[in-house]
């Protein structure tokens, strides 16, 4: 009989997969321990990061529309739910919400956000999951009088490939049967505007990326130059999405698990992107996976925006 993988057995196959391919490229799910998501924290706070705060405005201006879309005793499931700062807006509009599922990858750092809701929100049933959202999870049964809805902010939905978006918007529009899905996506907007949030003068975010290195020394040992790796972020104009890595400053080698893997001088581990859409363009990538098009709520710039999907009966 096969015994599960462990979390940090999985990081060490993904990390050997993504070291020994070219060109070199890794989940962005491997950023999120304790460290960082602490760091991705601080990056919502920046003055260059407009996503949170933009996202953040348009829930405390509509989320009584939002929560009309969503309706009465719904179990309200948060798909990478981090710190859970935006579900507050949401939960305080809603109509006799059944349950709030929170889903992340961030054992810790979600049950420590999970402990600091149910003391503003003590008759709120709070049952939190522990697992990779975009992979097979188990969630609480549907309430018997309410609906399954899903909540999505962050515009994490563009750190997908179009195609891995589409896969997660179908496992969604299952999942979610009978309710439908609130979904955050960045828009397309000037680059100028994307290269200052992704390379933000305090140099968090590049601290954010370069964690990825120090998590894999912590926990599985890895060995490289302590100053051998820089960020570099960018906007990939024909694939409109910033493709963060991490760029190797000189010629070096890095060893892991007694495997030795060469980084020629300019060579990258591609860490992350963030595609950019249009709000027709989403929602019709959404209607590929079975959902259909409701309200959308976007900022007087039209940088970010809200979108309800109904999702399948």
Known sequence: ??????????????????????????SPKYFYDEIGSHLFEQICELPEYYPTRTELALLQR??????????????????????????????????????????????????????????DHPALAITPVVADFTQPHDLPARPADGRRVGFFPGSS???????????????????????????GIDLVKDPAVLHAAYNDAAGVTAAFNLNLLERARRELGAEFEPDGFSHSAF???????????????????????????????????????????????????AAKAGFSAGPAWTDEREWFALLWLRSPT
Do not use: W
């Open 157 to 183: 939905i563009g750190n997908f490939t179009p195609a891995e978006a589409q896969d997660f918007l179908a496992m969604a529009a299952q999942e979610l049967r009978g309710g439908g899905l609130l979904i």
């Open 235 to 285: 906007y990939n104009a024909p694939q409109q999405r910033i493709e963060m890595h991490l760029l190797s400053r000189r010629r070096q080698h890095l060893t892991l698990g007694g495997s030795v893997y060469e980084f020629a001088a300019g060579e990258t581990l591609h860490t992350e992107h963030s595609h950019k859409y249009s709000i027709a363009g989403f929602q019709a990538l």
């Open 62 to 119: 509509h989320a009584r529309e939002m929560a009309d879309c969503i309706g009465p005793r719904a179990q309200l499931v948060e798909y990478g739910a981090g710190a859970l700062r935006k579900v507050r807006l949401l939960l305080d509009k809603l109509e006799r919400p059944h349950s709030f599922v929170p889903v992340d990858i961030s054992g810790t750092h979600l049950l420590a956000a999970c402990a600091e809701l149910a003391q």
């Open 1 to 26: 009989m096969n015994m599960p993988i462990s979390a940090r057995q999985q990081f060490a196959a993904d990390l050997h997969a993504a070291l020994s391919r070219r060109p070199r490229s890794i």
